[in-house]
């Protein structure tokens, strides 16, 4: 799955507080594994409009149901912008990466809740599945409307149960969720091995537990933790070789100090080896390098400039060719500076040596074409725009090409080249 969305609620006046918000949001974050964040969300009634904090985004609670009755909130028609999504309680410590709760989902379009810890068989809302589009969220919404809206006194959890059954819970697809009060109604003094979360679901409420008169330790470490800051790399820099042709060392000295920088070595081949490491990627900008060519100064910042201010999917600019036969240096400058599939079907003009890619972009149509010979780039610039990506241009000049006897394109015959191309260009031509 990707796109993964976090939903909390705070009803103030009661038992929680924002410093609930911002701790679960520490763990959340400072616990997640993959490189790009959860959007995590919190519907506020103190909020007076959208909030982008960074790490949480406020969001008007526009109801006045009480207590825990303003999470209904979840089930309305204004909320379906935003699922799906995961509810979470803010009484949930998470203990490891949240993102193992998301890897459940095998079927988004299901309503998963958890089990009532005490009562077998009955849902429980403090970890919920909101599906987008669903019948049943629907059904939610359409009984509270005309029938359950007077309702009060009785638990929400109740309530739900009369109009909904869910389609799975938590529990039978994971141990890793546990009681912090389990049936003995002894607390947990230690945190079980393999716990992804520990649902508190009533008092002792978290910061409760780490109170002194309580004395509890993992949980007092749990809200005392200080996750350090890990400042993210500007970009990802991948370069792919087989062997060092005498230039490798200048290739990687060009890649700036605030860049990741992957080393690709193998026998399988540029797109191979490439798309072997893109899970280590931590930047949300990614380019290649080849190991005989070289970045300019300005090249990660003017190419991540350039992708965030024309808000653009991936960017080319220009190159300057050395010729290390002729002693001419040339330099590139594409005729077409905002290409389409059309004309990029006619002729490619963006210079291999020049793009960078959003992150994403490969999470959508996935890597380069380990069965192409050559022309890999080109092929995958006409897969982004077959798919809607959009391309800007960056005028500034971006890296140096080495043209030299013993590059892969010099070996390989006009004749195959041209088969290559003609071979892309039919996967494209509707």
């Not at 594994?33 to 409009?49: F, H, M, Q, T, Y």
């Not at 049943?136 to 109740?158: C, F, H, L, P």
């Not at 800051?229 to 042709?245: G, L, Q």
């Amino acid at each position: 799955m990707s796109g993964y969305t976090i939903v909390l609620v705070l009803r103030s006046g009661g038992d929680f507080t924002f410093r609930d918000v911002e701790l679960i949001a520490r763990h959340i974050n400072g616990k997640w594994e993959g490189s790009v964040k959860p959007r995590i969300i919190c519907l506020w009634d103190n909020a007076s409009e959208h909030f982008d904090l960074g790490n949480i985004e406020l969001i008007p609670l526009t109801n006045d149901y009480r207590g825990t009755w303003a999470r209904m909130a979840l089930y309305s028609p204004e909320m379906e912008q935003y699922r799906p999504f995961l509810y979470v309680d803010l009484d949930t410590a998470v203990i490891k990466s949240i993102e193992n709760i998301f890897e459940l989902v095998r079927h988004p379009s299901m309503f998963i809740t958890l089990e009532d810890f005490y009562q077998r068989g009955q849902l429980a809302t403090g970890l919920v599945w909101v599906p987008a589009n669903s019948k049943k969220v629907q059904a939610i919404w359409d009984d509270w409307s005309t029938e359950g809206n007077g309702v009060s006194g009785a638990r929400m959890d109740y309530y739900l149960r009369k109009v909904v059954v869910p389609d799975a819970y938590w529990q039978q697809m994971t141990d890793t969720i546990h009681d912090f009060k389990p049936k003995d109604r002894k607390v947990l003094t230690q945190i079980p091995e393999n716990a992804d979360l520990v649902c508190f679901h009533g008092k002792p409420r978290i910061y409760q537990a780490a109170e002194s008169s309580m004395s509890i330790g993992w949980v007092k470490e749990y809200v005392d933790y200080q996750f350090r800051s890990v400042k993210r790399p500007k970009a990802t820099v991948i370069i792919s070789y087989k062997e060092d042709r005498g230039w490798l060392q200048q290739a990687i000295d060009s890649v700036p100090a605030d860049c990741q920088l992957i080393l690709a070595q193998g026998d399988n081949g540029f797109s191979a080896d490439f798309n072997a490491v893109l899970p280590q990627v931590q930047a949300d900008y990614v380019r290649y390098l080849h190991d005989d060519d070289m970045l300019t100064p300005n090249c990660i910042d003017d190419s991540v400039r350039a992708i965030e201010e024309q808000d653009v999917d991936l960017i080319h600019g220009n190159v300057v060719e050395l010729g290390m036969n002729s002693g001419r240096n040339l330099l590139y400058v594409p005729p077409v500076k905002q290409p389409t599939l059309e004309t990029m079907l006619k002729k490619n003009t963006i210079h291999s040596a020049s793009v960078m890619y959003r992150k994403s972009v490969f999470d959508r149509v996935g890597g380069f074409d380990p069965d192409l010979a050559s022309s890999e780039d080109y092929e995958f610039n006409l897969r982004c725009l077959h798919n809607g990506m959009k391309i800007g241009y960056c005028q500034s000049t971006l890296a140096f090409y080495r043209r030299h006897p013993k590059q892969k394109v010099r070996n390989t015959s006009y004749n195959e080249q041209k088969q290559i191309r003609a071979l892309i260009r039919s996967r494209y031509v509707s």
